[in-house]
């Protein structure tokens, strides 16, 4: 399973990377179009999904007329979403004042819907442990979408590249997912089967939408307030961010929920197998993102024209929020493995409710007062998490504390190396390079001390995930 892991990572590698390609042969405005659609096609593919997924693959008995009911349940709503997003597009274009909105909201209409196709026959095949027939599927599927992106690229397409690289990535995915999957349901329009795994989905579906509130209102605030170009600078740092959400908390945490499924009912083994997730991403994530803060300057000049002044700004001030997610991120399914739907429930309402109010008060005061906001709110609330999780889950806070140490300790003193040497950042390549040999060697020192650690908690993870 941590192949499977590994292969989402790659997908999600392969999606921000194109990202920040095609981002340096656009303007911010243009970019900040696509930043704008992303949170409402996501929005459908919520509120189709109703939480289906995740009950799908928890449920421990479904037969092949109830998963073919799910079959052709998505397939209706993908088509009803898709639809939607597509006869909407002209309404957000002209409401937001936002040229150039309605056709990357069609594209993103047909995206929304072959993704939600794909969700039933994918989970059907996580359900049968047959990882590597998944892997193979997502590896060939992105494999011809990058191709298609790359000539996009060199046609100069713009901001459409996104839009092709999804549409074939999403579209290959479902015709192979279906195909091999077929085994496993029999078409059928009995949606009223659905019903008892409705009952857990119901409140995945609600945790899901409040934990989308507090994700992408920002986007709708700063595109309506701020305009494109506020949103595109906005939009490319939002991802920085989250590289190591993308990287390495999002495609773990599929994984991580079958494989807790798969132990049971043995909470101490559980609790073993979260901090030595928590230990290994911390691990990889702090230090990341302690780097961004020093280390992105002088590729961002480099890389991004003048239209794009302000973006490393932004990169440095959301770091260290998008650090501590990378943990907390695994709470939601934590929660759920528990049973704690209610739980995981108020916990993100809690959050989304900060985290919106934070976004209402300061976009009125710009750009950087709302992200230096946005950051503050987020970690407090973020150690929140981790406080519900230790008091639900019966993990003691200095038993998590001591999880984070590595990556807390390996980032800490590398940041306090490079800035004691160099400055806060470096913005020409004769600090920038040493700045990096230093930092590296001072990560990796740390990082070796605590080997035995690390160590303990990876054979953990190599003999349940």
């Not at 911010?28 to 929005?43: D, E, R």
């Not at 397409?157 to 092709?164: E, H, L, N, W």
């Not at 995915?173 to 077929?182: N, T």
């Not at 302690?290 to 490393?312: M, V």
């Amino acid at each position: 399973m941590s192949s499977m892991a590994a292969v989402n990572a790659v997908r999600s590698a392969a999606t921000l990377g194109i990202s920040f390609v095609v981002a340096r042969s656009v303007d911010s405005a243009q970019f900040g179009l696509v930043s704008f659609a992303i949170p409402l096609m996501t929005f459908i593919m919520i509120i189709t999904d109703l939480g289906l997924i995740s009950a799908i693959v928890r449920h421990p008995e479904i037969d092949r007329r109830t998963a073919g009911a799910a079959f052709v349940f998505f397939v209706v709503v993908g088509m009803a979403g898709g639809a939607a997003l597509f006869a909407s597009s002209r309404f957000f274009e002209t409401s937001f004042g936002l040229p150039g909105l309605t056709s990357v909201l069609k594209g993103f209409g047909f995206v929304a819907a072959f993704t939600i196709w794909t969700s039933a026959p994918r989970a059907f095949l996580e359900r049968a442990l047959r990882y590597n027939a998944i892997a193979g599927v997502e590896l060939f599927s992105l494999g011809l979408a990058v191709a298609v992106v790359t000539w996009c690229i060199f046609e100069n397409v713009g901001i459409y590249s996104i839009i092709y690289y999804q549409l074939c990535l999403n579209l290959s995915r479902f015709l192979l997912f279906s195909f091999l999957g077929q085994t496993y349901f029999t078409p059928n329009f009995a949606f009223r089967i659905l019903k008892p795994l409705l009952h857990v989905a119901g409140w995945v579906l609600m945790s899901n939408l409040v934990i989308y509130l507090a994700r992408n209102i920002d986007n709708i605030l700063v595109g309506r307030y701020l305009g494109a170009a506020s949103l595109g600078i906005y939009g490319l740092a939002y991802q920085f961010m989250t590289l190591p959400l993308v990287l390495i908390t999002w495609p773990v945490s599929g994984v991580l929920l079958s494989s807790l499924r798969k132990i049971g009912s043995d909470d101490a083994k559980k609790n073993a197998v979260i901090l030595a997730v928590f230990c290994c991403t911390s691990a990889i994530t702090f230090p990341m993102m302690a780097f961004l803060i020093f280390g992105a300057d002088f590729p961002i000049q480099r890389i991004y024209s003048s239209h794009w002044d302000g973006l490393y700004f932004a990169v440095a001030v959301l770091a260290p929020a998008g650090a501590l997610q990378s943990i907390t991120s695994y709470c939601g399914t934590v929660l759920v493995d528990r049973g704690l739907v209610r739980t995981n429930m108020a916990l993100s309402l809690g959050v989304a409710g900060s985290m919106v109010a934070s976004f209402v008060f300061s976009v009125q005061f710009g750009l950087a007062v709302m992200m230096i906001t946005y950051s503050v709110t987020s970690l407090v609330a973020n150690l929140l998490n981790i406080v519900v999780i230790s008091k639900w889950c019966g993990i003691g806070l200095c038993e998590i504390g001591r999880s984070l140490l590595p990556g807390l300790v390996a980032a800490g003193l590398g940041l306090a190396f490079t800035k004691f040497y160099f400055g806060n950042t470096a913005a020409d390549i004769r600090h920038w390079l040493p700045g990096v040999a230093v930092y590296a060697a001072v990560v990796l020192v740390v990082l070796w001390s605590f080997r035995a650690k690390i160590a303990g908690h990876i054979a953990v993870l190599g003999s349940d995930i």
